[in-house]
């Protein structure tokens, strides 16, 4: 039997359950003083989508520092992020413990992002598995392929867009692969790296439809405008690296067998965890 493996993008389901509720005020700040609003809603969050695509196996992927190889690569990558508010700083340590109490690995390297190692658990485990990644980051799109596919969490809970292999062009207009070279040419600005200047994403979603790659579109420079031509001259070192910063790593070295992810918990845990945090009607989520 095909099992189904949920890969999930913890800060992005943290970052999100906090902000949903933060804007109004609201902490939730528990009896020791500890706000939990983030870990609360990550919950939700996460119990909705096991609910939703019932998978076999669910494992939490986190950002482990600011630091990567990327920002070895370049020194401004990510740089204009304002520090996480002092509210949902505990609260990095504490979702762990949580997700530990689901029985569930939390995997985390240094120098690498947690794309990566999604990245590299979906191309292990999608040769003989269905796996599926949440997340609220187009960045990770670029790694549908037959057995992967990728829900994006939309406004409100509950709402999924999801991509597959079979979707992906009439979604998108581009295969999945060619999601790099299209940051490579219109940089990102929630990473902080500029791609060429002066191309945006239609310009860049033209263009490779036309050349399909940047190599491509380089072999046949002269036959572009004359002012994506002076653009690309202008940025090409920028467009190599923006494409190498876009680019998911799917390489790197877990540790992990399928078996520890079997989503499978002891609920008088679970609730034990629940009840320390003060949570008070979660346990109603739990199947």
Known sequence: ???????????????????????????????????????????????????????????????????????????????????????????????????????????????????????????????????????????ILQLVEPGLDVAIMRKGQGNYEVFTHDNFYDKKGLSPRQIIDLKGLMGDTSDNYPGVKGIGEKTALKLLQEHETIDGLLANLDQLPKGVQAKIKANLDMLHLSRDLAEIRCDVPIELTLEQARWNYDREKVSQKFAELEFKNLDKLLS
């Open 1 to 139: 039997m095909k099992q189904t493996i949920l890969l999930v993008d913890g800060m992005a389901l943290l970052f999100r359950g906090f902000f949903a509720t933060s804007f109004r005020g609201n902490f939730m700040v528990n009896s020791k003083g500890i706000p939990t609003n983030g870990i609360y809603q990550f919950l939700r969050y996460l119990l909705d989508a096991v609910d939703t695509f019932q998978p076999t196996h669910v494992i939490c992927c986190w950002d482990m520092g600011s630091k990567t190889f990327r920002t070895a690569m370049y020194e401004d990558y990510k740089g204009n992020r304002s520090e996480p508010p002092v509210e949902l700083i505990p609260q990095f340590d504490l979702v762990k413990e949580v997700v530990d109490a689901f029985n569930m690995p939390n995997v985390g390297l240094k120098n690498f992002e947690a794309d990566d190692c999604i990245g590299t658990l979906a191309k292990q485990y999608s040769k003989e598995n269905q796996v599926l990644i949440l997340t609220g980051d187009q960045d």
